[in-house]
């Protein structure tokens, strides 16, 4: 599906942001700081889930206690109910190689458990350059960032390396075409203006083009891809719930009970 046909601008009107900018109107007054909805997802529309990091309790995760991937939301939701939480929002939250270990840095609660990858060719996705950091500072600050853009590795409470990044400082990755029939279900990550976090997944083949058009018009500075077709979200609220999958590093939300 095409993201920027008019059907797809119909089905997520409430969505001003963004059907503002399609419709190129650049004298439209500045709009209202967005927020998650409630209801289920329209067919063809990406789920979208929008946190504010400080304040919510938002996490990586890999492994148990036992050191057995949780690798699927069902298996989380479980190990996060015994400590008395609740789901509330999970997304699978990078790659990872043929031994289920991340691909790429990998920091969980302070402490490097897979290495910044620096190679600069390779095969996939992942090796698009540039790729990119998605992780919280140790004060749960948001960072995104293309790899190569940092001097030096910052103190991360939690971050995950994945590929490509989607929008560098507003602007797509130049890899990018328009058109492309390079079509797959994809999620990623953008930082919004505010600081708060978007989360997306297309519920619907997209290019990579597209997905990051929807990052940047929804005013992200920095975007980064997530994964593909093992895509998986778990968002109760919107009435979905994708509990089974193959998952490595997963990021979530959870509340107390």
């Known amino acids: 599906m095409n993201w920027k046909h008019p059907?797809?601008?119909?089905?997520?009107?409430?969505?001003?942001?963004?059907?503002?900018?399609?419709?190129?109107?650049?004298?439209?007054?500045?709009p209202e700081p967005e927020t998650n909805e409630t209801r289920p997802v329209v067919a063809g529309a990406p789920l979208v889930y929008i946190v504010d990091p400080v304040k919510s309790d938002l996490r990586f995760y890999w492994k148990d206690r036992a050191g057995e991937r949780f690798a699927n939301f069902s298996n989380l939701r479980e190990a996060v109910s015994a400590r008395?939480?609740?789901l509330v929002f999970a997304?699978?939250?990078?790659?990872?190689?043929?031994?289920?270990?991340?691909?790429?840095?990998?920091?969980?609660?302070?402490?490097?458990?897979?290495?910044?990858?620096t190679v600069s060719e390779g095969y996939g996705n992942f090796y698009l350059q540039p790729n990119g950091i998605f992780g919280l500072l140790t004060d749960g600050t948001p960072l995104i960032s293309a790899t190569d853009s940092l001097a030096k590795m910052p103190g991360f409470r939690y971050a995950t390396q994945s590929g490509p990044m989607l929008v560098i400082d507003g602007h797509l990755h130049p890899a990018f075409n328009e058109g492309s029939d390079n079509l797959n279900v994809r999620n990623g990550v953008g930082l919004l203006p505010d600081g708060r976090l978007l989360f997306a997944m297309s519920t619907e083949k997209v290019n990579f083009y597209d997905f990051a058009t929807f990052f940047r018009q929804r005013g992200c500075e920095q975007a980064l891809y997530l994964d593909g077709y093992i895509s998986k979200t778990w968002l109760p609220e919107r009435d979905w719930r994708q509990s089974k999958g193959n998952l490595g590093v997963i990021i979530a939300v959870t509340s107390p009970k």
């Open 7 to 30: 059907s797809f601008i119909n089905c997520v009107a409430p969505f001003v942001f963004l059907t503002g900018l399609l419709g190129g109107c650049n004298s439209s007054p500045a």
């Open 91 to 117: 997304v699978n939250g990078g790659m990872f190689n043929k031994a289920h270990q991340p691909q790429g840095l990998y920091v969980e609660t302070g402490k490097t458990l897979a290495p910044l990858d």
């Open 84 to 86: 008395g939480d609740s």
